[in-house]
């Protein structure tokens, strides 16, 4: 499979605990995305990488959470001292350059906080 | 990116085509139309896209007015596995990068 896959698909945790999630994008792809889906909502855009640069950041992300790509290939999403309202469906993608629009998407990972 | 409205929810027959319908009267002339789509418990799944020329793929068919304020994706055979939300996104290409979901349109085929 040459898809986007991510790492764990699953994941409880209780309040103020750490948690990090890992994506593997498709190898040919260089720029990498990370988005947050809550229940019945459309996905939200949370921060991209082209290579191993973190170059775009929403409001959303905020000093709790991390990510990175440090050799421009994986990356984690990690969250500190989470709280119930983290919880979420936390969906990677990513894409080619020059094709930014057209995003793969990869099964994501549901994360509840209790 | 200009916003989208799209219905809420319709149902269509299985085997007949699917008419899913978009509004976007604040295009700009550089904004292309694409169309995801997120079946239950997966990630979105890019669908097609275009700027003013009708478009078609394997998938599906894009219908773009020729104002380009609003455009329609035709699933041209619909089956059961064709249930899913349909987004319909408004961006620049190469410039920005994030897609912009909204609510999207939650299809439901039935036999």
């Known amino acids: 499979d040459t898809g986007v896959s991510q790492d764990p698909r699953h994941k409880i945790t209780k309040r103020g605990q750490n948690v990090t999630f890992r994506c593997d994008p498709i190898?040919?792809?260089?720029?990498l995305y990370w988005y947050r889906q809550t229940l019945g909502q459309g996905p939200e855009f949370l921060t991209y990488?082209?290579?191993?640069?973190?170059?775009?950041k929403s409001r959303l992300l905020s000093d709790r959470f991390s990510a990175e790509r440090p050799k421009g290939s994986f990356s984690t999403l990690e969250i500190q001292r989470t709280e119930q309202g983290d919880s979420a469906m936390y969906l990677c993608?990513?894409?080619?350059?020059?094709?930014?629009?057209?995003?793969?998407f990869g099964p994501g990972t549901r994360l509840l906080v209790l | 990116d200009a916003k989208t409205t799209q219905p809420p929810s319709m149902d269509c027959a299985e085997g007949r085509a699917a008419n899913l319908p978009c509004n976007h009267s604040?295009?700009?002339?550089?904004?292309?139309v694409y169309w995801y789509r997120q079946i239950h418990s997966q990630g979105p799944q890019y669908i097609i896209h275009?700027?003013?020329n009708n478009e078609t793929n394997e998938m599906a068919s894009l219908i773009i007015t020729e104002d380009r304020k609003s455009s329609t994706l035709i699933l041209p055979h619909a089956t059961l596995r064709d249930t899913a939300v349909y987004y319909c996104?408004?961006?620049?290409?190469?410039?920005?990068?994030?897609?912009?979901f909204g609510g999207g349109t939650r299809v439901l085929v039935k036999p």
């Open positions: 993608a990513s894409s080619r350059q020059v094709q930014e629009g057209t995003q793969y």
């Open positions: 190898s040919e792809h260089n720029r």
């Open positions: 990488f082209q290579n191993e640069a973190q170059l775009e």
């Open positions: 604040t295009i700009s002339g550089n904004e292309y």
């Open positions: 275009g700027l003013k």
């Open positions: 996104i408004v961006r620049v290409t190469a410039a920005g990068n994030k897609l912009t």
